[in-house]
Nanobody, 118 residues
Framework: QVQFVESGGGLVQPGGSLRLSCAVS????????MGWSRQAPGKERELVAQ???????SYADSAKGRFTISRDHFTKTAFLQMTDLTPDDTAVYYC????????????WGQGTQVTVSS
């Protein structure tokens, strides 16, 4: 089972930036599809971005042009760089991983709060 250490959340003003980090252990990082999802109060969880072991990235429409997902195989860490943040981006952001050898199983991090407010 994959374990996660998420960091980088916090309070930021509209138009600001944050970088979320997700350090992974307990799995083979080079087999993991890494992703970030978010859940705002009263809303369903939304997939924001994901990145394949080969660093192919995909994004929700709400994240395109503002968010960038990346990964570092040496440190076994995934990142989500978020720019031009708006109050609509306020949510708990969850890191998750899916082993390409077991595509039906996803492990989730504990989440980190991102609040965009003036």
């Amino acid at each position: 089972q994959v374990q996660f250490v998420e960091s980088g959340g916090g309070l930021v003003q509209p138009g600001g930036s944050l970088r979320l980090s997700c350090a992974v252990s307990g799995g083979i990082f080079s087999y993991l599809v890494m992703g970030w999802s978010r859940q705002a109060p009263g809303k369903e969880r939304e997939l924001v971005a994901q990145i394949t072991p080969g660093s192919g990235a995909s994004y929700a429409d709400s994240a395109k042009g503002r968010f960038t997902i990346s990964r570092d195989h040496f440190t076994k860490t995934a990142f989500l760089q978020m720019t031009d943040l708006t109050p609509d981006d306020t949510a708990v952001y969850y890191c998750h991983a899916r082993d390409i050898r077991q595509p039906t199983l996803t492990d989730w991090g504990q989440g980190t709060q991102v609040t965009v407010s003036s």
